[in-house]
């Protein structure tokens, strides 16, 4: 086989994406999907059953990408469940560890532009495959020939089920909060579904309660509607302009594959994912009572910190990825695991982003506060003080990446604005941390030539002359 088709594939951080039709084909999908399957059955993990789960969301082509991949999984001797319908990646994650699988696959990518789709690989745990595992299956591609069945006749042997995977799902979340409380609350709640996979959840999960439920772009469009489902402010124009006009208590927005979140006020004025955060954060100490180790991801905001210090609980940092998070939650004892663009782990529930448990999250928060989003938000910057953040993405040369990061490190700059640096951090990308709190952080995609540069302070203004000065430190090498 031509080595360009070879290259072609590289797993990122949750799993290979690539542009359909390009290196996104069947003939590359069989390759992953055998190799994957090798994986499994060269490294069974105790406790587990020879069954697989296999789900889509609703790019083009997913359904078939996902049931090429069943005849394959059932091929190489496992049980497959194939979802009937696009479903939530959350969902998918909770039946392999619902059903004790080896593992599962959920055909998506995610945020991406309409033009790609994507392998999510999920290990037996119900989470991201942890990067050892990715590797793993990367080593084993074309070392065997493609094992499939034909659909009809997997199905007949009932090697493949055809089974809807969200009743489980929500039947768990539901005990995950108050939800007679939620059940009695009679707030009004948006649902800003992106054109994903996670529309028409929250109808079906709230259906019989007194909550007034409004999905927002629900329908199923493969362009979503020419935007990219990301929960990011610049894709809730048309939401937040109905919002204005028709007032509700909280928006939720959801990504393509329903497993991250952004949101917006009753109003449309969009929140920010670190508002999110630490609104979650103090629920569950001040509300729920409850204590635990709490994850974030390097690039969220320090108001968690400073958070963690006045509730007197244990922080841990870890790299940018869930899948570090996952890592932290599979060992036990976290109270919340959460990152940047939008993915938090629960307790109590699978090491994985989830997306439909953090909107019925809030909905328990804002059911039990009975205040508005806009007060909540006052409190926390009343009590630890403001925190503006700001990030832009440039275009940098991968050749070039390794000698700027190694610059950064031994020659981090004195000051931040007008506060010395006390600290540096370099364990993935460098970040520059001030004596007062601010902070800057560079570090590169994982597969692009793309630098992403992030920046935290007290006010718009210098969170924007943080990030010109990453900028500066771009041009050093």
């Known amino acids: 086989m031509p080595v360009p088709i070879m290259a072609a594939i590289k797993f990122g951080t949750d799993g290979w994406r690539a542009v359909i039709a390009e290196d996104f084909t069947f003939a590359n999908l069989d390759r992953v999907a055998q190799a994957t399957a090798d994986h499994w059955l060269a490294n069974p993990v105790a406790g587990t059953t020879p069954k697989a789960v296999v789900g889509y969301d609703r790019r083009?082509?997913?359904?078939?990408?996902?049931?090429?991949?069943?005849?394959?999984?059932?091929?190489?001797?496992?049980?497959?469940?194939?979802?009937?319908?696009?479903?939530?990646?959350?969902?998918?994650?909770?039946?392999?560890?619902?059903?004790?699988?080896?593992?599962?696959v959920m055909i998506t990518a995610s945020h991406n532009p309409p033009?790609?789709?994507?392998?999510?690989?999920?290990?037996?745990?119900?989470?991201?495959?942890?990067?050892?595992?990715?590797?793993?299956?990367e080593a084993l591609l074309d070392r065997n020939p493609v094992r499939a069945t034909p659909f009809?006749?997997?199905?007949?042997?009932?090697?493949?089920?055809?089974?809807?995977?969200?009743?489980?799902?929500?039947?768990?979340?539901?005990?995950?909060?108050?939800?007679?409380?939620?059940?009695?609350?009679?707030?009004?709640?948006?649902?800003?579904?992106?054109?994903?996979?996670?529309?028409?959840?929250?109808?079906?999960?709230l259906a019989g309660t007194t909550c007034q439920v409004t999905?927002?772009?629900?329908?199923?469009?493969?362009?979503?509607?020419?935007i990219n489902p990301e929960p990011i402010p610049k894709n809730y124009v048309q939401s937040a302009a109905w919002l204005s006009k028709h007032p509700h208590d909280f928006c939720l927005v959801t990504d393509g594959d329903a497993d991250r979140v952004g949101g917006m006020d009753g109003r449309g004025n969009a929140l920010s994912t670190h508002q999110i955060i630490c609104l979650l954060l103090r629920h569950y100490?001040?509300?729920?009572?409850q204590t635990g180790r709490v994850v974030k991801a390097l690039t969220t905001t320090s108001m968690v910190d400073r958070m963690c210090e006045?509730?007197?609980?244990?922080?841990?940092?870890?790299?940018?990825?869930?899948?570090?998070?996952?890592?932290?939650?599979?060992?036990?004892?976290?109270?919340?695991?959460?990152?940047?663009s939008g993915g938090i782990g629960f307790p109590g529930h699978i090491p994985e982003r989830d997306g439909i448990l953090a909107g019925l999250v809030l909905l328990e928060l804002l059911a039990t506060e009975r205040?508005?989003?806009?007060?909540?938000?006052?409190?926390?910057?009343?009590?630890?003080?403001?925190?503006?953040?700001?990030?832009?993405?440039?275009?940098?040369?991968?050749?070039?990446?390794?000698?700027?990061?190694?610059?950064?490190?031994?020659?981090?700059p004195d000051r931040l604005l007008r506060s010395p640096v006390a600290e540096v951090k370099s364990f993935d990308g460098v970040k520059f941390i001030s004596q007062d709190g601010c902070w800057l952080m560079l570090r590169g995609s994982g597969t692009e030539p793309i630098l992403r540069i992030y920046a935290e302070a007290r006010s718009d203004a210098d969170a924007q002359a943080?990030?010109?000065?990453?900028?500066?430190?771009?041009t050093r090498v």
């Open 115 to 137: 033009a790609f789709n994507g392998f999510k690989l999920k290990a037996w745990y119900g989470g991201s495959a942890e990067p050892s595992l990715c590797q793993a299956v």
């Open 285 to 289: 100490f001040v509300n729920r009572r």
């Open 371 to 412: 205040k508005p989003l806009p007060r909540l938000l006052a409190g926390l910057e009343k009590e630890f003080g403001p925190h503006r953040y700001a990030r832009i993405d440039t275009h940098f040369p991968l050749e070039k990446r390794a000698a700027l990061m190694e610059y950064c490190k031994t020659h981090p």
């Open 466 to 474: 943080l990030l010109r000065m990453g900028v500066r430190l771009t």
């Open 152 to 205: 009809a006749e997997a199905v007949k042997q009932k090697r493949i089920g055809i089974r809807d995977v969200k009743k489980a799902h929500f039947t768990a979340l539901k005990r995950l909060v108050d939800f007679d409380l939620i059940a009695a609350s009679k707030i009004r709640f948006a649902h800003e579904a992106l054109y994903g996979v996670g529309a028409g959840c929250f109808d079906t999960l």
């Open 60 to 104: 083009f082509l997913s359904d078939q990408f996902a049931r090429r991949v069943a005849e394959i999984f059932a091929g190489n001797g496992f049980t497959v469940t194939l979802t009937p319908e696009p479903t939530p990646t959350p969902s998918v994650s909770f039946e392999v560890k619902r059903q004790d699988a080896v593992g599962g």
């Open 310 to 340: 006045k509730y007197g609980l244990q922080l841990v940092e870890t790299g940018v990825g869930f899948k570090y998070i996952a890592a932290e939650m599979i060992q036990g004892g976290v109270l919340l695991g959460f990152e940047e």
């Open 215 to 226: 999905t927002l772009h629900g329908e199923h469009d493969p362009n979503f509607g020419g």
